[in-house]
């Protein structure tokens, strides 16, 4: 099993711009989420998914939109990328049982100008 | 909706020396805590975690407490070893609303000296 894995692993952009952080996993787990991760801010809930075709908002959602047409991907798009989004994308999934481990992707470093 | 708060931000101890981390959360509906190791430069990873009908849980050098009448639960190392440097994250969830989504303290950074 590859487990999660996110792409690309670097990329910057220009404010204004647009793109989709790619997520797959292969564990076949239902819940799939989004985090961002700042210096001194830990890890902060951006978007999650129960199931293919569900999506809800987490705690910092504004500026991203995602989407769950399968139960292997969970792109993060961001429509006009802004400086404030600069920051490190994690990718997680588990099973639905949410006492169970959450399974983190390599994550994507993201700056944008 | 639930909010974790993670003491001390930063924790120099001298290896051998034993470390504790703490955490409090605000819901008493939160019945997972899970503890994150994140290496510099790496995805976070599990080394334990405890839920509510359990009051301790021990794994090696490594011990989780939990006082839900608190609302607190710290992380034990003992022995420490330099590989043991590295940033540690507190969770907590419940189901319900959230389903089950993990809040996250805002990380300790744990330096090891020898």
């Known amino acids: 099993n590859a487990g999660v894995t996110q792409t690309p692993k670097f990329q910057v952009l220009k404010t204004g711009q647009s793109m989709t952080l790619q997520c797959a996993q292969d564990m076949n787990h239902e819940y799939m989420s989004w985090y961002r991760q700042d210096p001194g801010m830990g890890l902060r809930l951006i978007h999650y998914s129960v199931g293919a075709g569900i999506t809800d908002q987490g705690e910092v959602p504004n500026g991203y939109n995602v989407s769950r047409s399968t139960t292997e991907d969970f792109p993060l798009r961001l429509l006009s990328a802004a400086p404030s989004q600069t920051s490190v994308y994690f990718c997680?999934?588990?099973?639905?049982?949410?006492?169970?481990?959450?399974?983190f992707g390599p994550g994507t470093r993201l700056t944008v100008t | 909706g639930e909010n974790v708060e993670q003491h001390p931000s930063t924790l120099s101890v001298q290896e051998g020396d034993s470390a504790v981390i703490k955490c409090t959360y605000s819901d008493s509906a939160s019945n997972y805590f899970p503890w994150y190791k994140q290496e510099l430069g790496k995805r976070p990873q599990l080394i334990i975690d405890?839920?509510?009908?359990?009051g301790e849980k021990k794994d090696q050098r490594i011990a989780v407490t939990l006082n839900k009448t608190a609302k607190h639960f710290s992380l034990h190392i003992t022995e420490t070893q330099p590989e043991d440097s590295a940033v540690y994250f507190c969770a907590a969830s419940s189901w319900g609303g959230s389903q089950g989504n993990l809040i996250f303290g805002k990380g300790t950074k744990l330096s090891v000296k020898p």
């Open positions: 405890i839920r509510s009908n359990v």
């Open positions: 997680a999934s588990r099973t639905r049982d949410y006492s169970y481990e959450q399974y």
